[in-house]
C-alpha cells in the first residue's frame, strides 16, 4: 500500500508563490509518474503537471512558465513550484502516483487560495 501526504498548501496574495510537497510512503511500489492535480469548487479535477521517472514534465496550458515540477527520487517526494499566482489558481491540489504495475494512487489534497 503507497500513502501520499501533501503538504505546503496555504493562503498567498495574487503575484505570490507556493511550493507544494507530496511524499510518497510504503512498500513494494515503483514509481512510473508522479502528477499534482487540482479541483477548484464547482469544477471538475484537472491535471496541472507531470514528471516520469526519467524526468520528464509536462504542463498545463494554464499554467506554463509559472509552475515547475521536481521530484526528489531519493525521498519519493515530488514538488511543485508555483509562481506568480492567480485567483484562478485557487483549488484543492492532489498529488498523485501512477506505480511501474500500473496502479494509481491518490493524496487527500492541500488547499490553495489565492486572495486578490
Known amino acids: 500500500q503507497v500513502q501520499l501526504v501533501e503538504s505546503g498548501g496555504g493562503l498567498v496574495q495574487a503575484g505570490g508563490s507556493l511550493r507544494l510537497s507530496c511524499a510518497a510512503s510504503?512498500?513494494?511500489?515503483?514509481?512510473?509518474?508522479m502528477a499534482w492535480y487540482r479541483q477548484a469548487p464547482g469544477k471538475q479535477r484537472e491535471l496541472v503537471a507531470t514528471?516520469?521517472?526519467?524526468?520528464?514534465?509536462n504542463y498545463a496550458d494554464s499554467v506554463k512558465g509559472r509552475v515547475t515540477i521536481s521530484r526528489d527520487n531519493a525521498k519519493n517526494t515530488v514538488y511543485l513550484q508555483m509562481n506568480s499566482l492567480k485567483p484562478e489558481d485557487t483549488a484543492l491540489y492532489y498529488c498523485?502516483?501512477?506505480?511501474?504495475?500500473?496502479?494509481?494512487?491518490w493524496g487527500k489534497g492541500t488547499l490553495v487560495t489565492v486572495s486578490s
Open positions: 498523485n502516483l501512477g506505480s511501474s504495475n500500473g496502479m494509481d494512487y
Open positions: 510504503g512498500s513494494g511500489f515503483s514509481i512510473a509518474h
Open positions: 514528471i516520469t521517472s526519467g524526468g520528464r514534465t
